[in-house]
């Protein structure tokens, strides 16, 4: 009793564990909830295109005039806004390069010169198309609406007062007062079982954490199935008889549990998903080799990180691989919505290019212009890496006597 009272007192049983609550209790909501909670103070440079499609009427072109105006009220710091064709737009909305558009369609001088001219029959509106991307960050919207709809308003009063005021009856005074209107709708809308455009952050979601905590679970079986620690099941304490490997050895045995996991993995994610979820899959087979390929690379990265810090490994992988790729990933925040160290992590976190890979097959039918393939160069940089560097340090480890895992030698020492 007195050896577990003492046990329990001493400063290096509690306070390294305490310490690092502590440490998380900061770091955790710094990142999740830094990242998140102002997004609208963090915007910077959210591109959004402006289309002013080639007019059906003739004469004084109102349409660029609005187009030009609306450039010039937005807040250039948060909103780029890059002038394009309706073709551009459509590729450019596939692709994820922007987050929405501002739509000037053809008949909107047409609509314009018949209001302010008093043409019989009802008074009728121009309109301002709002297009936006489902497909894309689900947060885009409310950003790309929210900036733009009180500068697009202004532009709408300042027109109605440039305009002759013709009309004999309070109706159409009323209309010409504010010429045009304006509408928010996808420019391609998503079809049923994809979570409002969520779908894709959430199935990168799931392959990434298949592959961390199922590197965490290879981990400690693969060390308990050679001796090197227990197996507790309850009450149950399994001590296997003591096989000796190396480090790199080990490692590679881990790697092989990895990878073989994988493919199989890949394959009930995906039959749970579209067989009983019923969430649609434009390319199944690029799915399955692109999840198969994602699992195994978080993975390999996850032992490796295992195989070089050991008991530090579970919060490094639960940082790298979970809360920090979060944010960054734009699965649901814009990156240009994010503080500026989310852009610089984002370069080299891997849940960016996943979900922008995700994103691609589910969403755009893997075509060219989706940007597909360049999606697969960092997840595989990122796995060469992973196996590069893990095996580099474990042969160096077992090149030093001091860092064996012999159990013999732990004795001795």
């Known amino acids: 009793m007195r050896s577990a009272r003492d046990f329990a007192r001493h400063p290096g049983t509690w306070l390294p564990p ?12 710094a990142i999740y909830l830094g990242g998140t909670l ?5 915007l910077r440079g959210l591109p959004v295109a ?13 349409a660029e005039q609005v187009g030009a105006a609306i450039t010039r009220g937005v807040d250039h710091a948060a909103i780029q806004l890059i002038p394009m064709t309706a073709a551009q737009e459509r590729e ?3 692709s994820g390069e922007i987050y929405g558009a501002v739509r000037i369609p053809a008949d909107f ?50 027109l109605g007062a440039q305009l002759p005021q013709t009309m004999s009856n309070a109706a159409a005074a009323t209309a010409l007062a504010n010429p045009f209107s304006v509408t928010t709708a996808p420019l391609t809308a998503l079809p049923a079982h994809t979570g409002l455009g969520t779908g894709v952050f959430y199935y990168a979601m799931v392959l990434v954490l298949l592959g961390f905590v199922g590197a965490s679970v290879i981990h400690p079986l693969v060390d308990s199935a050679s001796g090197f620690q227990p197996t507790e099941f309850g009450p149950k304490v399994r001590r296997r008889d003591y096989t000796h490997l190396s480090r790199l050895h080990m490692l590679t045995v881990k790697w092989c549990v990895a990878l073989i996991s994988a493919p199989l993995s890949a394959g009930l994610i995906q039959l749970v998903a579209t067989r009983a979820l019923h969430m649609p899959v434009a390319s199944p087979r690029q799915l399955y080799v692109f999840s198969a390929m994602t699992i195994a690379a978080v993975a390999l990265g996850a032992l490796t990180v295992f195989a070089i810090f050991g008991s530090l ?6 940082f790298f691989f979970v809360a920090m790729a979060m944010t960054s990933s734009a699965g649901t925040i814009p990156i240009e919505a994010t503080p500026a160290f989310f852009h610089i992590i984002a370069t080299f976190e891997p849940m960016r290019p996943i979900v922008a890979g995700l994103r691609s097959i589910l969403y755009i039918r893997s075509e060219p212009p989706s940007g597909l393939p360049p999606t697969w160069i960092p997840i595989a940089v990122g796995s060469l890496v992973a196996v590069l560097a893990g095996a580099m340090v474990t ?12 159990q013999a030698d732990d004795s001795v020492r």
Do not use: K, W
Request: charged share 10%.
């Open 313 to 318: 490994a579970p919060l490094i992988n639960m």
């Open 92 to 94: 450019r909305m596939e």
């Open 109 to 158: 001088n047409a609509e314009i010169a018949r209001l302010a001219n008093g043409a019989p029959g009802p008074a009728t509106h121009a309109m301002i198309h709002l297009d936006t991307n489902p497909a894309a960050a689900t947060m885009s919207t409310g950003l790309f609406t929210g900036y733009l709809a009180p500068v697009i308003g202004a532009v709408n009063a300042g």
């Open 395 to 406: 042969c160096l480890y077992d090149r030093n006597p001091s860092f064996s895992r012999r």
């Open 50 to 62: 402006m289309v002013v499609e080639p007019q059906t009427t003739a004469g004084i072109d109102t």
């Open 38 to 42: 102002d997004p609208n103070g963090n």
């Open 18 to 29: 305490v310490l690092v609550t502590l440490i998380l209790a900061v770091a955790l909501p």
